[in-house]
């Protein structure tokens, strides 16, 4: 038995009038996704547990079938493990974004681009290390900084940097940018407003400061294998998601061409996926990024297109490689939805969808209003729903 995860990050969504009151999976036109959901089941999951932050973190670790309730202790650990740095227990590590912050307008300023426009991977490097040398190690402070993807860098600080409310970027687009606050509120500032000097001098990079939020100390994950006792594998361009399966000991693949933007390689993490379950791993994770970007972006056409990519890219193909493969048992979900018409993530339960190629479910329709009406189960149970052998 093959068993396949798809996370198409952020999918789930929210009628929209540009869509004639729809939503996206709605709208988008995806046979091969119609006509599994037509033989599987189709259900709702808490991905987001009560009272937790809708972040990526959150939502994937429930996927990967861990309760983020007991296991989560903040974002950027789990991207300084996907980035191979070892966080000690007398340290923290801060999520570092490049981001754009227009300060005319006085008191804390606008965050125009949580995003800092989106930088190339290289040139983002030159701007951390040169943040490293100028504010970081290299000139003898006590904190450090770490090259991620595009805009999504790692800061490592001692212990008592953590004790500050730090607001995600992403929940300020367009709005008053809410700097931190709390007793380490001021010395995460500094090195917030210390930044703007150092990115003046990177012309060719849009974002003009870093900002610091999802802090927390390095979480002790048992493994995959130990947990679900199975061997998995996963395919991703963020670092978020990496550093879950870093830190539960999975197999992670690396695809030249993924970019976590919407020009990624779908085809390659399609094939990865083959290739590694061909070889002998008997789970695999494909996430794709591109419908949360389209989310937060508010870009329409973008989401719409990018769950049409999932199908003619991934699943068409997937399916098939599957069946050549034996019997072969798949979950799709998105990790938290990313409403277009808010920007944001939210908290509210997505659709699943589970098929067994050997038996056909009660069948349903994919979509957010085809699914109000489902039982919600706990996203941490989804792996167990995946992995029990039918019923
Ligand atoms: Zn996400």
Request: aromatic share 6%.
């Amino acid at each position: 038995m093959k068993y396949v995860i798809c996370v198409p990050d952020g999918c789930a969504d929210e009628p929209h009038p540009d869509l004639g009151g729809r939503t996206p999976l709605e709208v988008a036109d995806m046979p091969v996704l119609r006509s599994l959901a037509a033989r599987g089941t189709v259900g709702r999951a808490a991905v987001i547990p009560p009272g937790m932050p809708p972040g990526s973190d959150v939502g994937n670790l429930s996927i990967l079938g861990y309760d983020p309730a007991v296991h989560h202790t903040g974002r950027a650990p789990i991207e300084a493990a996907a980035l191979g740095l070892r966080i000690r227990p007398d340290q923290v590590a801060f999520r570092c974004n490049l981001s754009t912050v227009d300060l005319s307008g006085g008191d804390g300023g606008t965050m125009v681009d949580f995003a800092g426009g989106h930088p190339d991977t290289e040139a983002a490097a030159e701007v951390v290390a040169a943040l490293d040398a100028e504010l970081g190690a290299g000139a003898g402070a006590e904190i450090s900084f770490h090259p991620g993807v595009q805009y999504r860098h790692v800061m490592v600080a001692p212990e008592s940097w953590a004790d500050a409310v730090c607001v995600p970027p992403h929940d300020l687009s367009d709005g008053p940018a809410v700097w931190p606050t709390g007793p380490a509120g001021e010395r995460l500032s500094e090195v917030m407003r210390a930044s703007r000097d150092v990115l003046a001098r990177f012309g060719a990079v849009e974002a003009n400061q870093v900002w610091l939020w999802g802090q927390g100390h390095q979480p002790q994950l048992p493994s995959f294998r130990a947990t679900h006792g199975v061997d998995a594998g996963m395919v991703t361009a963020v670092d978020l998601v990496r550093g879950l399966g870093v830190l539960t000991g999975m197999e992670v693949v690396e695809v030249p061409g993924a970019t976590g933007w919407y020009d990624t390689d779908y085809e390659g993490k399609r094939d990865a996926a083959l290739a590694a379950l061909d070889g002998g791993l008997d789970l695999f994770v494909v996430h794709v990024e591109a419908t949360d970007e389209a989310g937060h972006a508010g870009n329409v056409a973008e989401k719409v297109r990018a769950l049409e990519n999932w199908d003619r890219r991934i699943l068409d193909g997937l399916v098939a490689g599957l069946g050549d493969m034996g019997d072969w048992r798949l979950l799709l979900t998105p990790d938290h939805p990313t409403p277009l018409h808010l920007k944001t993530h939210t908290t509210d339960p997505v659709p699943y969808l589970l098929v067994d190629s050997r038996t056909d479910g009660p069948g349903g329709e994919y979509t957010e209003p085809a699914t109000t009406d489902s039982a919600v189960v706990a996203g941490h149970d989804l792996m167990s729903l995946l992995l029990s052998d039918g019923s």
